[in-house]
C-alpha cells in the first residue's frame, strides 16, 4: 500500500513538474467547467504543509484551466480567515478551497460566501459537523481514529509503551487536531496499559501552540515544567512536532517526540535519532484531490451527497474516484510513517 501510494505521490510530483512548464491553462477536464477563478486558503500561508498542499492544488488547476490564487493569513485563526473570505467574495471567486483554521468562527463568513454563489470544499481541516451544509465535502486525509491511533503506536514505539504524555496540538479551535486527539484518549487507555496521560485524562494533557513556530517551543517548555517526568510528546501538527525537535536536540532532552510531521523538516531529527518515528500523508495529494472535488462541483457535476463520487487527475495512470462518505467527508487515504528507513525518499517529495 505504501509503495503504491509513494509511486503516486512521485506521479504527481512529476505532473506538476510538467505543468510548471506548461504555463497556460489547459482547455479543461472532462466535465469541468474552464476559467473557474479558484481562491485556496490554507489556515496559515507560512506553513511548510500548506505549501505543499497549495502545490497540489495549483497543478489541478492547472490540469484543469482555472486561475488559482494562494491566499490567507500568517497567523491561523478564524478571526484572520474571515477577513480573506470576505475579500474573495467580493472578488466574486468561483471556488473556495479551505482549511478551517477554526471549525466555528469562519462559519458565517463560509454562509455568506456560498450565498454569493461560492462553491465551497474544505479540506485538511473541517468545519463543525453542524455547519457541515456550508461546503460540498470535506477531503480530508484519513479517518480520525486510523490518524490519532498511528500516533499513539509511534509514541509507544519510543517510550518502549511505559509513561506518562503530553499532546503539544495547534489549537483548541482546529477540527482536524480535536478529532484526532479524541480518537487517542480512548485508544491509549486500552492498548498500553503501562502508559498514561499527564493530566490523567487526554483532554487534561493538551497544550497549544497556535501552530506558530515560538508559541509551539514555549507550549513545550511548559510541558517539561508542568510535567518533568513526562515520557512522551505526541505533537499532531507539523508546526508543533518541528518546533519539540528542535528544542528536545537543543537542550539535549531524553522525551520521546512524536506526530505529523512534514518528512522535509523533519528529515535531520530523525536521520540523526532526536525523533524515532513521525508519520504524514500527502499534502500534494491531497490539495490536489480537493480542488478537482470543488472544480466538479462548481460544474455542477458532483453533489457531494454521501455516495456520490468525483475524480481527481488527467491522465489514464493518475486519474482516480473519490466516494463521500458519512459527513461529508471524503478521505485521502492511510497516513505514512516516516522512520530512518525511508525518510530521505519522502523528504525530496515534501
Ligand atoms: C499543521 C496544520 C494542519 C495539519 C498538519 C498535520 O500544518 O495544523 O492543519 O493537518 O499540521
Known sequence: MQKRLTRVAIAIVAVAALAGTTATANAGSAGIKGGLKIAIMPKAVNNGYFTAWAKGGTTACKEIGARCTYLGPTTATGAAQVQFINQIIQQHYNVLVISAADQNAIVPAL???KAAGITIVT???DVDASAAASRVT???PASSTRIGTAE???IAAATGGKGSIAILSAAATAANQNAWIAAMGPYLTSKYPNMSWVGGT???SVFYGNDDATTSTQQFDAILAQYPNVAGIISPTTVGVLAAAQEKKAKSLTVAITGLGLPSQMGPYITDGTVLKVGLWNPIDLGYVAVYAAAEAASG???GTVGSTFYAGNTKKTKKTYTVTAGGITYLGDPFTFDKSNIATFAAIY
Do not use: G, I, P
Open 111 to 113: 454562509n455568506k460566501a
Open 123 to 125: 479540506s485538511d481541516a
Open 138 to 140: 470535506a477531503v480530508l
Open 152 to 154: 499513539v503506536d509511534w
Open 202 to 204: 487526554v483532554d487534561k
Open 301 to 303: 457535476t458532483f453533489k
